[in-house]
Structures are given as structure tokens and as C-alpha cells.
């Protein structure tokens, strides 16, 4: 079995981490954007002229009550601004500078993959702010992110290095979708269904913004409907986004790993606490609540992960 | 002198192939082939690290498509020039660290050795494998004027350059595809498996399966691309000090995600003095403290060996080949530069007064740095000199101007068509450009020479100054072997011996 260093372990599970950043950010951008052009021009309500302005609460990304962020605004400070952190650029910006210092992990292909979408990124992304050029720029990022995954699933030896590279993923990916469903689900379900009009409409955006519009329908077969859409994102087995499927697998990922005992233990209590809020999922407000608590269950797995494995002496 | 062209602009033999091809090729599709080549060198993330106004900048490598070219006959005399000096050498540094035999007799001054920056008295006593202290080393060698090839510096510390040999030839493998197809060029790829099996060679007795570390300063060092290329390639470790453990065994361990991992080599990029806080700077960050514990218990293989550096000096330099002469009784295959040695009263006094004829050099730095080229200098940098001379003349040698060989290299039109004329861009142009060569040798129980090496050109025109550090460029190498004197097949009858065996 190939040795990793601690060192080297922590960069590539920051790496991950960024790289999955990158990609939930920019597809929920994309979605919503795609979102709100199916809906009528501003109005009062949930989303208002705040809209654009409620995505910045998904990423806990500072003031949400400001009414006089434009759209344009938002795209600056969830895409293109370096120095804030978690915007796209900042993302792949850091998701390249970790790869860069962990290349002689990874197979060839995979470090020029994300070399390349930096290059891009650095070149482009300033258009983002711009509508018409977004997609293009963000659907870059989804792709060349997933197209990293494929690299290393097809050409990476199931060593360390890979459980790590997965554990930040999983990781990550679990911590978007409670924040997706927190923030985006609680708010729309505290609304009286018939009180909004498009409500189904609101939904699809909430599946795509996860991926997960189509293998909800195929799973469902039914209506898109607010208590399904939360218990399939939240609850579902076999859907890659799920937050118990994203548990599952980080298990799997530390089952691999050596004196994993504390880490798991950690992962064991932030699934009963997602088991146990089934209950709660038809109420906005407790679920919204109820997200944050997994997620602060999420950050205690992240802190054993690097007691255990990221650090020297671990 | 040109090195593919000859005084009459045709082509040199070695070179013709080429020549034809770029011909046909054309200044607009040569100068798309540039391009693709940087593009290429982008995507790959082919980059060094370059310090300026306290920032470190993460730079594409910067590279020249028109490859140089060294015909493999003159390129077998030059390794057989190399192995030779390298062997020499090690017995050298061997000598010095046991007996100092060369010393008593009367061939390398006592002074000279007495007073060296770089002769490590931590190091006395300690029997390396195969008596071996400096197994990689990057000599720079030059072409004069008549041809000659001489060998400028040894660098026995921490070489670097040898990541871009091979980076450079796959790059220019896919700007010029046509040309490998029909010509024998030596490949460059194997180096980094003969540097493994160096580098395994040097574990502790009885060790079958090795861990083998490169040691790297870090993440900000300016050779972390080669650092983190070699490890790659060997399957080594790429580690930095904390990553490294000395144990109350005295063996060296790493921390990993599954405990305390035994390693048996270490591959150090890190200057000696910054190598371990216990024997050496004790304000180190790079180093590990106790390694030199590890090492001289033979718990731990490390190359270049601690001390080794003791022979890349600017003074010992001057005495190469007469310690090829004292203890291999042969004389020198390959040329010295004539240096002068600003230690003794004579030869200073020559140095003083021809001050504006040569190139005077701190036998301490390296990267081209402190180096003053005497009739490029004013008047005031040249009294400057002079008095740093004076103040230390131990540290200064001084060598002839040697007016380095060019190679057809792709700059901007100096004399662009009129706007209008064109489209786009005018199309870069070929000119004479100054070169050096970096050439890497592994010396352990066997020795090796890379295939060519680094060939590195000044941007410039008329300039000497090749260092990537301080804007040069580089090219791809090619060692050619004349098809026409490829190795006779073996006579029929021989073989037909074999099968009735």
C-alpha cells in the first residue's frame, strides 16, 4: 500500500473540498438564474427583490437583509471576487494551488484537468458577472470538476490518497445539500402553498441547483411535491447528493482507513441526528433549524478527520 | 560559432534534417508551433518559481521550439569526459574527509582547504557507500569559439534542471512529430530510472524494498516543479523536514496516515547547512533534527551526501584536473576553462590588471549571481570588483571571456513589415542566441550521463547570461546518431551458432 503523508493527505482533502466548492456553487447559481427567469419580474415576498440576494444566505455569505444588491452584485460575490472566500474563483484558485503541491499523487491527467480550469477561470471569469457569458463559464467548472472525478475513478490506485480525495468530496457535498435544503426548502415551505404561485416551479430549481431533478422523478414517479423533494435530498439511499448517501459513503471511505474508530464515531452521530429529524421534515422553520445542527455534526467529523489523519502526530 | 550552422550559413551535417524541415515548414506555420509549445507548457503546469518584490510567482517555463543539436559520436567523448571527472572528484571528497592524502602530497594546497566554506568537520570520518559523496551532479559545460567543449562549473549540491530535459522533449516530440519519425534521436526519458536505482542503491545493508524521499525546501522553492516531477516519476515520497522524524533508534521516519513510516534514502534538495538544526544552523525550518545522527549510523542514505559540496567551489575548481591526474594517473577528456586563482600574488596580479578581458566570479554563489563580465562592466563596477578582490581574494577566481556558441533561436522581428502589409502578428524570426549546456551525471557504484541535458539560451542578443532565474530560456537537446554509422547488424553466421546451440 502506497504511504501518505499527513501533509500531503491535508492538501488533497482541501483540494477536494474546493473542487466540490467550486462546482455546488456554480450549479446553483446556474440553476436559480435559470430559475428566476421562469418567474415574473420582482415583487414583493420571499422573492422579491431579494432574491438574488437569498442565494448569499445559502452560502452563509454575509448580509442577506441588504435589498440593494443587484443581481449583478451577487454574481461579483459568489463567482468572480478572488478574495472572497468560497466564490468560484477562489475555489478552483485554491483547489489548483493544493493540487499543485500533491501532483505526485494524483495521475498526470488530473492535476492538467484542474490546471486547465484554473487557467480558464483566471481568464474568464470576470465575464460571469455578465449574463450571457455565465453559463458558459460555469458549466465549465461543473464539468471539468466532474470530469476530474471520472479521471480518477477510471486511472487512481484505491489507496489512501483516494479514501482521502473522497472523504473531502462527500464531505463537502453533504454539507451544500443541508445548506441548500435549510436555507432554499425552509423558506419556501413556511409559505402557505397557495399563498405562491409557481411553487412547483421554486422546487425544480431547488432539484436542479442539487442535480437531482431527474433521478428524483425517476424515483418518485410522482408530482413535485415539498415534503418528497426534502426527503429525497435529505433521506434518499442510493442518490449520490443525498446527505445519508454522502454519509454512507465518507463510512466506506474511513472503513479503508486506518484507527478510523474516533472519525466514524462521529459520522455515527451525525447520521442518527439526520435519521431522527425525519419527523420534522414537513415544518420550514424546525427544518431549517434542524439543518443547522447536521451541520455543525458535519464540522465535528471535519475536526476528527484532521485530529486523525491531516495532521502530524494524528 | 554557430552549432547547426557553419560560417557559410549551410547547414553542419547533424543539423541538415532539421534545416530542410524548418524550411519547408515556413515562418508562419514555425511560428504556430511556437505557440502551441507554450500553450502546451500552460496546460501541463510546466512552471519554476521565481522571487520578486518578496512574492513568490509560479512562471511558465520558458522555452525555445528550435531544438539544439550535438552529434552522438562528439556526445560519446564528452560522457566519457564527464564519468571520468566525476569519479575524480568523489575520490577527491572521499580523500579529504579521511586521510587528505592529496594534501600531504603536496597537490591541493592545505590553505586553501583550511580556509573553505564549504568542508564540513562533521563529515570527517564517515564512509558513504561506495565511497561516494556527490552522485548527482549538473556540470556546465560551454563550446568556445574553435569548437571546443569545456566544462565551466560543477554543481555538486543541489543541481536542478533536469525535470525540464524531459518536460522539453515532450514538448517538442508533439511541435515536430515529422522529425522523430526519421531520425535516431537518443531518448532522455530514462534518467529518472536510472536516478531511482541510484538512489536505491544507497539504502542501508540488508534494506530489500527501500523508501526512497525527496526532501524538498517546500512548496515556495523555486525547483519545487522538478522536486515534486522527480518524485513522481520514481514513486518516491515527496516530503518536507516536518514531515521527517528522527527516532531514539537513530532511524529516520515519516508521519503518514498510517503512523510512523520507516525511510531508508533520502534524495535531499535542501542545502547542507540548512539539513539538520542539531549539527548545523539550529535556526533551520528545512531540516530534521538528528538526521545527521541517522546518517552517519548508516540508518539513512542521503545524496548528495552531507560535505559533498566542498568540491563545487569556484577554487577547487581551478585544481580538477590535476586531482583527475593524482588519483586516476589519466589526463583530462574534457577541458577546464584556464582560471585564475585570486589567492595567489601573481595570478591576482594578472586578474587586476586585464580586469576588462575576463569574468570574475565569487567562488561562492551560483544562479550568475555576483558575477562581473569584464568588458560589459563600467569603469565603476570593475573598481568595485577590484576591491572586492582585494578584501577576499580566497573567494574570487577569474577565467578568459570565452565567446560562447549560438544556436538559430526564435526572437521578435526586430524590423517588423509596415502595418498593412500583413495580417496579425508579424511572425517571430530566427537569430544567433548564446547557449550553455547542463548535462546531469549519477556516480554510485556505476556511473551515467544523461543524454544531452539542459541546453539554456540567452534571449538576448549578445548576451552570456542564460539563467531562467534572470530571463533566459531553454531548448530541447538532441544527441544524433548518424544513421549511416548505426552498430552493423550482427553477421548471419553467429546467429545461425545460436540456434544449433
Given amino acids: 500500500m502506497a504511504l501518505l503523508l499527513s501533509r500531503t493527505a491535508e492538501r488533497l482533502y482541501w483540494a477536494a473540498r474546493y473542487l466540490e466548492r467550486a462546482e455546488d456553487t456554480s450549479r446553483m447559481v446556474l440553476a436559480f438564474g435559470e430559475l428566476f427567469d421562469d418567474l415574473p419580474p420582482a415583487r414583493s415576498g420571499i422573492l422579491g427583490d431579494g432574491r438574488w440576494t437569498a442565494l448569499l444566505a445559502v452560502f452563509g455569505n454575509g448580509v442577506t437583509d441588504d435589498d440593494t444588491l443587484t443581481e449583478n452584485d451577487v454574481a461579483q460575490r459568489l463567482i468572480v471576487d478572488p478574495d472572497r472566500p468560497g466564490s468560484v474563483a477562489s475555489s478552483v484558485g485554491l483547489a489548483r494551488e493544493n493540487l499543485r503541491t500533491t501532483r505526485e499523487l494524483l495521475p498526470r491527467a488530473a492535476w492538467r484537468a484542474v490546471n486547465d480550469l484554473s487557467l480558464f477561470v483566471n481568464d474568464e471569469v470576470g465575464r460571469a458577472a455578465d449574463r450571457r457569458f455565465r453559463g458558459r463559464v460555469l458549466r465549465r467548472v461543473v464539468d471539468d470538476s466532474r470530469r476530474l472525478d471520472g479521471i480518477l475513478t477510471s486511472s487512481m490506485t484505491r489507496d489512501d490518497a483516494w479514501e482521502v480525495w473522497r472523504l473531502g468530496r462527500y464531505l463537502e457535498r453533504a454539507d451544500m445539500t443541508t445548506r441548500v435544503v435549510g436555507v432554499r426548502a425552509a423558506a419556501l415551505m413556511a409559505q402557505d402553498p397557495d399563498e405562491i404561485a409557481y411553487d412547483e416551479v421554486h422546487w425544480m430549481g431547488v432539484l436542479r441547483s442539487l442535480s437531482a431533478l431527474q433521478m428524483y422523478q425517476r424515483a418518485t414517479r410522482g408530482p413535485i411535491e415539498a415534503s418528497q423533494v426534502v426527503k429525497f435530498l435529505l433521506f434518499s439511499d442510493d442518490f449520490p447528493r443525498s446527505v445519508l448517501f454522502c454519509l454512507s459513503e465518507i463510512d466506506r471511505c474511513l472503513e479503508r482507513l486506518t484507527d478510523s474508530e474516533p472519525v466514524r464515531h462521529a459520522v455515527v452521530e451525525a447520521r442518527s441526528a439526520l435519521l431522527s429529524i425525519m419527523t420534522v421534515a414537513d415544518d420550514g422553520a424546525d427544518l431549517d433549524d434542524a439543518m443547522d445542527w447536521v451541520q455543525s455534526l458535519l464540522a465535528k467529523v471535519h475536526r476528527a478527520t484532521t485530529d486523525r489523519y491531516l495532521s502530524i502526530g494524528g | ?501
Fill in chain 2, 1 to 501: 560559432m554557430d552549432e547547426l550552422l557553419d560560417d557559410d550559413g549551410a547547414p553542419r551535417p547533424a543539423a541538415r534534417p532539421l534545416y530542410e524541415f524548418l524550411e519547408r515548414l515556413g515562418p508562419d506555420e514555425l511560428a504556430a508551433r511556437q505557440r502551441a509549445t507554450e500553450l502546451d507548457i500552460l496546460t501541463m503546469g510546466i512552471t519554476f518559481t521565481v522571487y520578486s518584490d518578496g512574492e513568490n510567482i509560479d512562471r511558465a517555463w520558458p522555452f525555445d521550439v528550435i531544438p539544439r543539436i550535438i552529434s552522438g559520436r562528439e556526445w560519446d567523448g564528452v560522457v566519457a569526459g564527464l564519468q571520468q571527472r566525476l569519479v575524480a572528484i568523489n575520490r577527491f571528497i572521499d580523500d579529504l574527509y579521511h586521510d587528505q592524502k592529496i594534501v600531504a602530497d603536496g597537490v591541493f594546497p592545505a590553505d586553501l582547504l583550511a580556509e573553505s566554506v564549504n568542508f564540513r568537520p562533521e563529515c570527517v570520518g564517515v564512509d558513504p557507500k561506495y565511497g561516494v559523496w556527490a552522485h548527482i551532479s549538473g556540470s556546465d559545460l560551454v563550446r568556445d569559439d574553435d569548437g571546443t567543449m569545456y566544462v565551466l562549473e560543477d554543481n555538486l549540491r543541489v543541481p536542478s534542471g533536469v525535470s525540464y530535459v524531459i518536460e522539453n522533449r515532450a514538448v517538442t516530440k508533439r511541435a515536430f512529430p515529422e522529425l522523430f519519425e526519421g531520425e535516431r534521436i537518443r531518448p532522455v526519458d530514462t534518467y529518472t530510472d536510472e536516478l531511482d536505482r541510484l538512489l536505491t542503491s544507497l539504502a542501508p545493508e540488508g534494506v530489500d524494498d527501500p523508501q526512497v524521499a525527496v526532501l524538498t525546501p517546500g512548496i515556495y522553492n523555486s525547483a519545487y516543479f522538478e522536486h515534486s516531477f522527480l518524485a513522481q516519476r520514481m514513486g518516491a515520497e515527496l516530503v518536507e523536514g516536518g514531515d521527517l522524524m528522527v527516532g531514539s533508534d537513530d532511524c529516520v521516519y515519516m508521519h503518514t496516515t498510517r503512523g510512523r513510516q520507516r525511510v531508508h534514502v533520502i534524495y535531499r534538495r535542501v542545502d547542507d547547512l540548512f539539513l539538520d538544526p542539531e549539527v548545523f544552523r539550529a535556526d533551520s525550518m528545512l531540516g530534521v533534527p538528528g538526521l545527521m545522527r541517522a546518517w552517519t549510523a548508516g540508518n539513512v542514505g542521503i545524496a548528495n551526501a552531507p560535505g559533498a559540496g566542498v568540491a563545487d567551489d569556484k577554487c577547487v575548481y581551478a585544481w580538477v584536473p590535476d586531482i583527475i591526474r593524482y588519483y586516476l594517473g589519466e589526463e583530462p577528456l574534457i577541458a577546464n576553462v584556464p582560471t585564475y586563482r585570486c589567492m595567489y600574488d601573481d595570478e591576482r596580479e594578472y586578474v587586476l590588471d586585464h580586469l576588462d578581458e575576463l569574468v570574475m566570479k565569487p567562488a561562492n554563489e551560483s544562479g550568475g549571481y555576483g558575477i562581473t563580465i569584464g568588458n560589459r562592466a563600467t569603469e565603476e563596477e570593475l573598481a568595485a570588483c577590484a576591491k572586492e578582490i582585494l578584501d577576499d581574494p580566497r573567494n574570487w577566481v577569474a577565467q578568459p571571456i570565452l565567446s560562447l556558441s549560438t544556436v538559430p533561436t526564435l526572437v521578435p522581428d526586430p524590423d517588423p513589415p509596415a502595418v498593412g502589409e500583413r495580417d496579425g502578428a508579424p511572425p517571430p524570426v530566427l537569430r544567433a542566441r548564446h547557449v550553455d549546456l547542463r548535462p546531469f551525471i549519477l556516480t554510485g557504484a556505476d556511473s551515467y550521463v544523461s543524454d544531452g541535458g539542459l541546453t539554456r539560451v540567452a534571449l538576448e542578443e549578445g548576451s552570456l547570461i542564460v539563467n531562467s532565474s534572470q530571463g533566459g530560456g531553454s531548448k530541447d537537446t538532441w544527441i544524433v546518431d548518424d544513421l549511416a554509422h548505426a552498430p552493423a547488424p550482427a553477421p548471419a553466421d553467429s546467429v545461425q551458432s545460436q540456434g544449433v546451440d
